[in-house]
């Protein structure tokens, strides 16, 4: 029986940063490390050589990053807007959260790609759960896994 794989949706442009840091994962942090491990072999006894423990713990965390980036580049579907005047992953949107009368741009996309820092989030984030699908104008209420629930108005889709 086939295992199920998980399908990640990505953005052109998470796509390309996934591609980048893979590359950069490959071509220079990987010898980096082959030439830390040498280092620290040629230090002497491994058994207490707390540079080669570091050096080996930074392989495994390389090598699964790579191993990850690797999955999910064989297993993305990419996102394109859609050209209606609805909110769907892939669009920004320009959110007035409502009790704080506070307005804020959002670009809505995959799991992968949310950085609320960037404000990139996730359709599966309370906020994207409650405007998927919204047009403008819609007032919407956004329900926290706290129990708090708060207003927000779509104001603008690009």
């Known amino acids: 029986m086939a295992k199920n794989k998980q399908v990640f949706e990505l953005t052109q442009e998470g796509v390309d940063q996934l591609r980048a840091e893979l590359t950069h994962l ?5 010898p980096e490390n082959v030439v830390a491990l040498q280092e620290a072999r040629a230090q002497g006894d ?4 707390a540079d080669y423990d570091a050096a080996r713990d930074e392989q495994a965390r390389i090598e699964a990053r790579i ?6 580049l064989e297993n993305f579907k990419l996102i394109k807007a ?14 007035l959260f409502v009790e704080k009368k506070k307005t804020v741009d959002y670009q809505l996309v995959g799991t992968i790609e949310a950085n609320p820092m960037l404000n990139k989030i996730s359709t599966d984030s ?4 409650a405007i998927i699908g919204a047009v403008e104008g819609d007032t919407l209420e ?8 708060f207003h927000v108005q779509v104001l603008d889709i690009k």
Request: charged share 35%; net charge positive; glycine share 8%.
């Open 46 to 49: 491994l058994s207490e050589n």
């Open 142 to 149: 956004v329900h926290l896994e706290t129990g708090k629930v």
């Open 26 to 30: 490959k071509d220079v942090k990987r």
């Open 67 to 72: 191993k990850e980036i690797e999955n999910i």
């Open 126 to 129: 309370p906020v994207g759960r």
């Open 82 to 95: 859609s050209s209606d005047n609805k909110v769907t992953t892939g669009k920004t949107v320009t959110l």
